[in-house]
């Protein structure tokens, strides 16, 4: 086993540092790092359809969810479709309305959930097409599917999803951009910046992983004995803020709750007090300022406040208790960076508190009964 696990001690502190190469392999032959080219096969049977759509439900579950809910930030803004993301339990009982025309992408690590996969099949009677971006090749939601596009994440045995997560959002957005370029919804440049980008991500997500491990122990252990987290994020680091709570109580048992930071307004505001950490993710971005003035507002109410930021924010810095440095990048990458801190701090958190990370209680890797 410890073979298995390539001399980490676990799957999932394993599979958080093999991102740089998930990531790196799923732009392969898809992303030309020289030309920014974008060449995705999967999309060519039904390229008239995509460009034709008047609307793309993103059905999922999980991570997956999470995924789906920055591709419908992404999906909006760059190729001016509207999107819904859809919870797919909901989704397959509440007689959804769907139509020929509709787009339905699916999103799943294993292939096999039995919930996005039972929505799949009800949508494709009604007609709908379904585009699969799925990480097990061959599985069921693959199969059901009439295009898609693989996330080249490998084999991920932790139960908690980190590479699967960081494959699908470069698959996402490798999606988007190619429909913009199909729709011309966005400018070449901007298309091009985002490409250029992206390529950079392996290398960039080695950097934080690099920098910031040692740092984010030291925050897990101070934080360990917390009973509550909250998570906040504005525009494409909300969902991102999601997925920083999901990790945490899957794999530490803490409670914690990720919010738009704007909404905590509305109710998680009364449960700050000194001793609940507040995770920021406020990287520099159209929402910069508006995200400053919330993480005042926690800090105002002695709530303690670790935050991720862009390197040379020293404003969100002088702000918070704890802070965790990512690279500049482009608004619409920084989710992808963002995540991996989040994602070292549930790990270490798990750690210090004696939980079986890669099999927390009560959670199943796929969830393939309803
Ligand atoms: C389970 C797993 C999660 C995963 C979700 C959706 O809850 O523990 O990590 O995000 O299922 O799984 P899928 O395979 O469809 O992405």
Redesign the pocket.
Known sequence: AAIEKGGYEHFMIKEIHEQPQAIFDSLRGRLDPESLNITLSGLDTIKEKLIAAKRVIIV?????WHAGLLAEYWIEELCRVNVEVEYASEFRYRNPIITPEDIIIA???????AD?LVALENAKAQGATIFGIVNVVGSS?ARVSDAGIYTHAGPEIG???TK?FSAQLTVLLLFAIKLAEFKQSASEELRKQLSKELSEVPDKVKYILDSTVEDIKVIAKKYQNATDFLFLGRGYNFPIALEGALKLK?ISYIHAEGYPAAEMKHGPIALVDETLPVVFIATKDRVHEKIVSNMQEIKARSGKLISVVTEDDQLAISLSDEHIKIPASHEMIAPILAVIPLQVLSYYVGIERQIDVDRPRN?????TVE
């Open positions: 999922a579950c999980g991570t997956s999103i799943s690590q294993s292939g096999e959930t996005t939601i139960v908690a999803s699967a899957e959670l199943a890797k796929s969830v």
